[in-house]
Every structure is written in structure tokens, then in C-alpha cells.
């Protein structure tokens, strides 16, 4: 897939774009086979994302995952795109993390920022958003354009009675500090919030520090199987963080704040132009 000039001004803009047919019948056959894996193969980091509920199952990072990943990484334009993107960098394999919503109503998931969770930080960074559901505007993925230039807060602890509360307990004058999210839910007409219907083999390219929330099921969505790959390229550092390094901790552990993001844990998926 060759992205044109505007689509791809539009993700440094806005932080955020949809690609129409990104992915062909075969392509999305194989994302699917790694997705079914993963809920399979559940790893240390698997989860319900609602409390109290097995409505709605996720998973992530899981480090035997490679083999079965191998393909949708390789096999599909998505490690292209985010080169064409960065303008010729070095492309690696972050991680996988799958969402299986399995009734109406599960709600939506609060606004956050994916970075906010790393010790790690870089403007070349990106999340391939897929469905394997068609998805309606109200009931699909929100984000607030722009957003990735913009602070990077403190992510949500997904509390059901105040979204904006921080996952991480930080003291302000700890260098990983991040000020706490605001209400962007109670304050819409404030943010420039957009959200893209999609149809299998749309795919949403997204930088990981784009504001974004949403996605709760209804009756035309009872079911919405996701899969978000996560991908970095030359210029992704260490740097103080809030919290843990994130679900990859321990492979990067050793590295210092400024260092390069590299390790073996990380595929390499495309050479430098």
C-alpha cells in the first residue's frame, strides 16, 4: 500500500488516520489466525476489561506470542506504512494486544494516551487499529486530533466512577511525572473529537500519544474482535516514566533514559530506507 503525501501529512497532524482497505482478504485472514491465537494462548497479561464482568476479554505483550505473529507482521503492508510515514526509518515490532467484546452494552473505554503506560518516547510510534467486525460512528473508536503534540498525561485507571483517575501515584517533582487527564468526556464541544466507521481490512493508523476512548458495544456490535499492533522506529528513546517501563519491562530494564530502544525481544520488521 503506498500512502499519498496528504494521508500522510494528515497522520503528522492530527495523530491519527484511516486507511481504507489497508488490508486484502488474505491479509486479514492472517491478522484474524493471530488474534484467535492470542485468546487461545492467554499470557500473564491477560485480563477482563470490565471489572467483575467476562464480557470483555483483552490481552497483551505476551512473550510467547512471536511465532504466532510472525506473519501478521511480516505478511502485511503494516510495517511499510508506518516507514512511509517516518519518512524511511527503521521499522520494529512492539507488541500485540487483542480486545474480544462479547455483549451489547460493555462500555466504552475511557480516554487515554498508550505512551503514558512506557518509559519509553519518540515520535515515531504507532498503533494499526483492526476490526474484524464492521463498526458504526456511535460505536466506534473516538480520538482528538492533534492531540499527540500536545502534553502527555496520566493514563486512567479505568475507574468506573471517575474515568480521569491517574493510574499512577507519582509525587510532581519525580521526573516521570505527568499531570492528571482531563474531563474530555464532560467537556466534548472543547476537543476536536472525530471517530471513523470501519469495515473489515480498514485498518486505523494511530501515534500511540493520540488522545482516544470509546468503542462500547450496542446491538448491531454484540461482538467486536480487535487487534492493535504496535510498532517503533530509529528515533524511540528511553525516558523517565510514571510507572514501570511497561508490559516489556524486563527486556529494557538495562537501558538508560536517552538510550536507543533496542533489544532481541523486539523484531525487526523493515530496514531503514
Known amino acids: 500500500m503506498i500512502l499519498d503525501k496528504s494521508t500522510i ?24 489466525a493471530a488474534w484467535q491465537w492470542s485468546v487461545e494462548h492467554p499470557g500473564p497479561s491477560a485480563s477482563g476489561l470490565v471489572p467483575g464482568s467476562d464480557d470483555a476479554f483483552q490481552d497483551l505483550c505476551n512473550p ?31 507488541y500485540e494486544q ?66 480521569t483517575l491517574p493510574l499512577f501515584e507519582v509525587a510532581m517533582d519525580h521526573p516521570g511525572y505527568l499531570p492528571p487527564l482531563p474531563d474530555i468526556e464532560a ?11 470501519t469495515d473489515p481490512g480498514d485498518v486505523i493508523a494511530f501515534h500511540t500519544s493520540t488522545l482516544h476512548g470509546g468503542g462500547a458495544t450496542d446491538s448491531t456490535t454484540p461482538e467486536r474482535r480487535t487487534l492493535t499492533l504496535r510498532f517503533f522506529g530509529e528515533d524511540c528513546r528511553m525516558a523517565h516514566g510514571p510507572g514501570p517501563a511497561g508490559p516489556f519491562g524486563q527486556a529494557i530494564k538495562h537501558l538508560a533514559v536517552g538510550e536507543p530502544l533496542r533489544h532481541s525481544r523486539f523484531l525487526k520488521v523493515v530496514d531503514a530506507d
Open 9 to 32: 501529512e494528515q497522520f503528522r497532524r492530527n495523530g491519527v488516520v484511516l486507511l481504507r482497505h489497508a488490508l486484502n482478504s488474505a491479509e486479514l485472514r492472517t491478522a484474524l
Open 64 to 94: 510467547k506470542a512471536s511465532a504466532a505473529y510472525e506473519p501478521a507482521i511480516r505478511e502485511t503492508p503494516l510495517a511499510s506504512i508506518a516507514q512511509q510515514i517516518w519518512g524511511g526509518s527503521a521499522v520494529w515490532f512492539l
Open 98 to 163: 487483542v480486545f474480544h467484546k462479547r455483549a451489547e452494552n460493555v462500555p466504552r473505554t475511557p480516554w487515554h494516551q498508550d505512551t503514558s503506560y512506557w518509559s519509553i518516547r519518540g515520535s515515531e510510534l504507532i498503533s494499526f487499529w483492526i476490526s474484524f467486525e464492521s463498526i458504526r460512528d456511535e460505536s466506534a473508536l473516538e480520538f482528538v486530533r492533534g492531540s499527540h503534540l500536545g502534553p502527555l498525561y496520566n493514563t486512567s485507571r479505568f475507574d468506573a466512577s471517575d474515568a
Open 187 to 197: 467537556n466534548r464541544e472543547q476537543y476536536d473529537i472525530v471517530a471513523f466507521a
